[in-house]
């Protein structure tokens, strides 16, 4: 397959923090925010790899700094690296006070996608060639967040059994 540039999957997604976006405090709810990450991501990894794609994990979400009611959240999110029928996608949250201009890095995530052939199931996607710093960093990176993800799998196939839960329950 030809590899594909990061800057090909690259997606950029704003919205304003409305007050029902918001929690007790004026933020933005991390649900909410989760679901952006999501929507954003998933568009990235089907700009990769021009296929139907499930989220397959989740690994992290971090929360640096609030996004307040009337700021906009401005996500961009990119393929950083790939198996073979895999992506890995970073997303950034950055929020601005559109009053003053101030902008904050909000967030920050990775999560992994499976891209899905017409039968279903999971199909090869294109390599990614990283060209910025940013990218190639994420990318050099890439197998030691594969590592974790593969033992935290483990770790809760592990946790399943030992509680005897059955999958579909």
């Not at 006070?97 to 199909?123: C, I, Q, Y």
């Amino acid at each position: 397959m030809k590899p594909i540039t990061t800057k090909e999957s690259r997606t950029v997604q704003a919205s304003i923090v409305q007050p029902s976006d918001t929690n007790f405090h004026g933020t933005i709810f991390g649900g909410t925010m989760m679901a952006y990450i999501d929507e954003v991501a998933a568009i990235a990894a089907m700009r990769h790899s021009r296929r139907p794609v499930v989220t397959a994990s989740i690994d992290s979400i971090d929360f640096l700094s609030p996004a307040k009611m009337g700021h906009s959240v401005c996500l961009e999110a990119f393929v950083s690296s790939t198996g073979k029928t895999s992506m890995e996608v970073f997303v950034k949250v950055i929020s601005e006070n559109l009053l003053t201009g101030e902008r904050t890095l909000t967030a920050t995530s990775f999560l992994t996608f499976v891209a899905l052939g017409d039968d279903g199931k999971p199909t090869p996607v294109p390599p990614v060639v990283p060209e910025t710093d940013e990218e190639k960093y994420l990318f050099d990176t890439a197998e030691e967040r594969k590592a974790m993800r593969k033992e935290r799998k483990r770790s809760t196939e592990a946790f399943v059994s030992q509680l005897n839960i059955k999958k579909g329950i």
